[in-house]
């Protein structure tokens, strides 16, 4: 008995190292492969322009879900189908693990174009900087939605701390750019972007104001 179970004790083991090695090694193999998204993606996954999205920190599955859309055309960006027309199905793989095992960068605090300043978004927000008041609109949508409007809380989805969902394939959000943000959920809500399931973001997105958009936008960026 002592014997079977030192045996499946053993078995345990290396078949828990041999999975381990296998990840670094994707990992590895990854990093290799990612010097061709640097340039946009930046170091480590961390795009120094705001509209290139980070990278770092993503969960593979929906990474891998995006990279297939962009190669199948289901998701519409010219560069983006260009580069993953060029990737294998192990080229996605190892470019997913290497992302997903990377930090994502904090934000700078964002700043508002001139005539944001004169106009608070709320009006009894009179102790509030104008920038305060948004995130705070921004904070509230994200957690609570607006259900008489049938936008569904963020929060449900993507997690308290804009986390996602690895198994579910929800993407994380969390200190992504503003900018990218407020350039995707334009498109979700414009159906530009329609690949993912039953067109959820596409149902959220088209029940939220531009102002909506931008001061979720805000919120997610500074979320960590
Ligand atoms: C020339 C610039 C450029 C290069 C190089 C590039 N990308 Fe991109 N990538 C973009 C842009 C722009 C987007 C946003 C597309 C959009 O708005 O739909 C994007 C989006 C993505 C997304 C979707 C991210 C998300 O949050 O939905 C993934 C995944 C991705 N790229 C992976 C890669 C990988 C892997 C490489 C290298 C093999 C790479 N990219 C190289 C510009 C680039
Ligand atoms: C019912 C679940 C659900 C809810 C609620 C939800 N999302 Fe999503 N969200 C998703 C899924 C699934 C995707 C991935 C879509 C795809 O595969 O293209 C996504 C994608 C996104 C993306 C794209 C991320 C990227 O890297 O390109 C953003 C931004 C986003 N959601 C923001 C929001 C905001 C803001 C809210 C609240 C107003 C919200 N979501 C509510 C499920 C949800």
């Known amino acids: 008995m002592k014997k079977k179970l030192l045996a499946l004790s ?84 190892d470019l997913g693990a290497y992302y997903a095992a990377q930090k994502i960068s904090a934000n700078e605090l964002p700043i508002l174009d001139d005539d944001e300043d004169e106009k608070p978004a709320t009006s009894n927000a009179s102790d509030k900087t104008p920038l305060q008041a948004i995130i705070a609109q921004g904070s509230d949508l994200y957690r609570n939605g607006d259900l008489p409007r049938e936008v569904s809380a963020c929060i449900a989805c993507h997690g308290p701390f804009g986390e996602g969902s690895k198994p579910a394939a929800f993407p994380s959000l969390k200190s992504q750019h503003a900018d990218y943000l407020i350039k995707t959920l334009t498109e979700f809500k414009t159906d530009v972007r329609s690949n993912n399931p039953d067109n959820m973001m596409h149902m959220i997105a088209k029940k939220m104001t531009t102002e909506e958009i931008k001061a979720v936008a805000y919120r997610i960026s500074m979320m960590k």
Do not use: W
Request: proline share 2%; glycine share 8%; with cysteine.
């Open 10 to 93: 053993f078995a345990m083991a290396f078949t828990g190292t041999s999975s381990i090695l296998h990840a670094e090694d994707a990992i590895d193999a990854g990093k290799e492969k990612a010097a061709a998204c640097v340039s946009c993606h930046g170091e480590h996954g961390n795009s120094l322009v705001s509209i290139f999205p980070k990278l770092a920190g993503q969960h593979s599955s929906y990474f891998l879900k995006q990279l297939q859309a962009f190669k199948n055309g289901t998701r519409k960006n010219p560069i983006m189908s260009a580069i993953a027309m060029g990737l294998s199905q192990d080229d996605m793989a």
